[in-house]
């Protein structure tokens, strides 16, 4: 069973979808569950109301494809690793299909340096070449969200390379970060490790961008988000607390730079 289970704006405040503003999240085959924390699709219609569209920061790599573009090659592209949140004003037709890989195993599909994606929108087709265009025709071709899912993951499974393995250091990283829900420092990391700490923040720079306080930073508010989402009664103080924040505004801060708006404004 998951564990880390990455979420997104829509899911958490499903009150802001309509008729015209659709998000779908969908579980990869036990072949590609390793590898891929979901599929989603948003369909949404030109809106008079200003509705926006917000992305927050989930330690994933996406993949996606415009289901309306008139150009293939220029209608799939790939998403590096977020930082902090971003918003799209939804006034036009957007009709989007997305994988969303976790970072540190993407490097088996897409043979590209994953360090240079974080923060980036690059092509699709920059680094699969032809085979983009013919994945992104084979999604936008497919009759009904069903055909669309066996496409794209018979297609995954025949780029998947065993091959390609993650870096064994930053391996053992990532499970320590997951295990202790992404409240872990660097010194402690180094020292279960057996490595410096120098060499850790190389590690994590050279694979995916961006240092191991910044990554655990957001892997920590996403299993917040989890319990947030979860109902729990408790308050937020408590699970501020819980999840190693010192003091309620130091927990708001860091919520509103994930998020872009306050605890209050989410969870209602």
């Known amino acids: 069973m998951r564990v880390y289970l990455p979420l997104q704006p829509p899911t ?3 009150e ?12 990869p085959s036990k072949g590609l569950d390793p590898y891929i924390a979901c599929y989603w699709t948003i369909h949404s219609k030109a809106s008079h109301n200003n509705k926006l569209h917000r992305i927050i920061p989930d330690g994933c790599i996406d993949i996606i494809i415009d289901l309306r573009a008139s150009s293939l090659a220029k209608g799939a592209f790939v998403v590096g690793l977020m930082t902090t949140f971003e918003t799209i004003n939804l006034t036009t037709n957007y009709s989007l299909f997305g994988i969303r890989f976790f970072a540190d195993k993407v490097r088996q599909f897409i043979r590209y340096p994953v360090s240079e994606l974080t923060g980036h929108h690059v092509l699709l087709e920059d ?5 983009a265009v013919f994945i992104a025709e084979e ?13 794209i993951e018979f297609n995954l499974l025949k780029l998947l390379n065993y091959e390609l393995q993650t870096d064994q250091l930053l391996q053992a990283a990532m499970h320590y970060m997951h295990a202790s829900y992404g409240m872990v420092s660097i010194r402690t ?5 057996s490595y410096s700490e120098r060499n850790v923040r190389r590690t994590f720079q050279n694979e995916l961008g ?11 508010f996403q299993y917040l988000l989890q319990e947030l989402n979860k109902g729990s009664q408790s308050h937020f103080t408590d699970i501020a607390v819980k999840y190693g924040y ?11 730079r994930f998020y872009g708006l306050a605890p209050n404004e989410v969870f209602k």
Do not use: T
Not at 16 to 27: A, I, K, T, V
Not at 139 to 151: D, I
Not at 189 to 193: H, R
Not at 210 to 220: A, D, H, M, N, Q
């Open 16 to 27: 802001l979808l309509d008729s015209n503003y659709r998000y779908q999240e969908f579980l």
């Open 189 to 193: 990391l180094a020292e279960k490790l």
């Open 246 to 256: 010192y003091d309620q505004p130091h927990f708001i801060h860091n919520f509103k």
């Open 210 to 220: 961006v240092s191991p306080k910044e990554l655990s930073g957001i892997i920590r």
């Open 139 to 151: 999604v936008q071709s497919a009759k009904g969200l069903s055909e669309m899912m066996e496409r």
């Open 127 to 131: 680094i699969w070449g032809r085979e």
């Open 12 to 14: 958490l405040q499903s």
